[in-house]
């Protein structure tokens, strides 16, 4: 047990901020932001390579990445060249990933504004956390939706142990489907345990090897996107 869990059940919403304004400044409505977490080499990075590649030619789009003290995911999104360099910007932390996500929002939302306020309108930003644990969930007031990303080789009991990120995010994503007959992951029970940790919150599986293999993923985004843009600014 953590230090304050009991506060956190007695105010379970000490660690968010307010729901974050829809509007600008001029009162025209700001970009659909989305978080993704998720544990070390689930995959994260590869994933928003692949969203920026799929919808960069549909929508405005930009990213924040996340890392304790280097700016290796921003590296690996700018040599793919996925997006222009001035629509990829880096936060280092310099502590625990959940802590800029949820704890302490404000790099990340400095980061964010400073993106809507230079490259112009956006339709969408991406905010990638570091690499963390099960626990890790978005404050509202830095996104909007929040996707995890779990990976099969992590174990196919990743579902089944559920915890904030499985069972709370707008979206599971169980990644890196491909490798499932090498470790000994049963795709089955995941979806089994996933429906069980969820209800009727969605759950994605890709493999991004695959031509299209983020398309499950990009279409839950331009749902999202469509309700978005129909909302009052």
């Keep these: 047990m953590h230090l304050g869990h009991e506060l956190d059940e007695e105010f379970p919403r000490r660690h968010t901020y307010r729901a974050a304004d829809p509007a600008r400044p001029d009162g025209s409505r700001r970009a659909l932001r989305i978080g993704l977490g998720g544990p070390v080499g689930s995959g994260k990075t590869v994933t928003v390579a692949a969203l920026c590649r799929a919808l960069r030619t549909e929508v405005s789009i930009a990213v924040v990445t996340n890392d304790i003290y280097t700016r290796e995911d921003a590296d690996f999104l700018l040599r793919e060249a996925v997006l ?20 302490d929002i404000s790099a990340n939302l400095e980061a964010v504004e400073d993106l809507e306020e230079e490259v112009g309108s956006l339709d969408l930003v991406l905010v990638e956390s570091g ?13 909007d939706s929040q996707i995890f990303v779990i990976d099969v080789a992590g174990g196919d009991d990743i579902p089944r142990k559920g915890g904030p990120g499985v069972t709370t995010a707008d979206l599971l994503v169980i990644n890196k489907t491909d490798l499932a007959p090498y470790v000994g992951s049963d795709l089955g029970a995941m979806a089994h345990d996933a429906k069980a940790q969820r209800g009727d919150l969605p759950v994605a599986f890709t493999c991004l090897k695959e031509e299209g293999g983020v398309k499950p993923v990009t279409d839950w985004i331009r749902e999202r996107l469509t309700d978005w843009t129909a909302g009052p600014a």
């Design 84 to 103: 222009p360099p001035e629509r990829i910007k880096a936060v280092e932390t310099g502590a625990c990933p959940h802590t800029a996500i949820r704890d």
């Design 131 to 143: 690499g963390d644990n099960l626990t890790a969930t978005f404050s509202k007031g830095l996104v």
